[in-house]
């Protein structure tokens, strides 16, 4: 089930989507060790995808275990 939190000073309720395996890029940027810039390049380039929820854009456990196996740690475009 999911869980409506709120801040102290903001009015908005936020969805913790962890309990179903969906992380927001600040958290998937977090549990990689990597930026949030970095989360944004990684999609914009087709090596991270997103899941899209009602609330927004998501990244999923699996997603996030199949990104650090394939591309954490490779800098740079590949040699050819």
Same mark, same amino acid.
Request: glycine share 8%.
């Given at each position: 089930? #999911?869980?409506?939190?709120? &801040? +102290? /000073?903001?009015?908005? =309720? %936020?969805? +913790?989507?962890?309990? $179903?395996? #969906?992380?927001?890029?600040? +958290?998937?940027?977090? $549990? #990689? *060790? $990597?930026?949030?810039?970095?989360?944004? !390049?990684?999609?914009?380039? *087709? %090596?991270? !995808? =997103? !899941? #899209? !929820?009602?609330? *927004?854009?998501?990244?999923? @456990?699996? @997603?996030?275990?199949?990104?650090?196996? @394939? /591309?954490?740690?490779? $800098? *740079?475009?590949?040699? &050819?």
């Amino acid at each position: 089930m #999911l869980t409506v939190t709120t &801040k +102290d /000073n903001d009015s908005r =309720p %936020r969805m +913790d989507f962890r309990s $179903i395996g #969906l992380y927001s890029y600040a +958290d998937a940027a977090s $549990i #990689l *060790g $990597i930026s949030t810039s970095a989360i944004y !390049t990684a999609i914009s380039r *087709g %090596r991270l !995808t =997103p !899941t #899209l !929820t009602s609330l *927004g854009r998501a990244i999923s @456990e699996s @997603e996030i275990a199949r990104y650090r196996q @394939e /591309n954490l740690g490779r $800098i *740079g475009n590949p040699t &050819k």
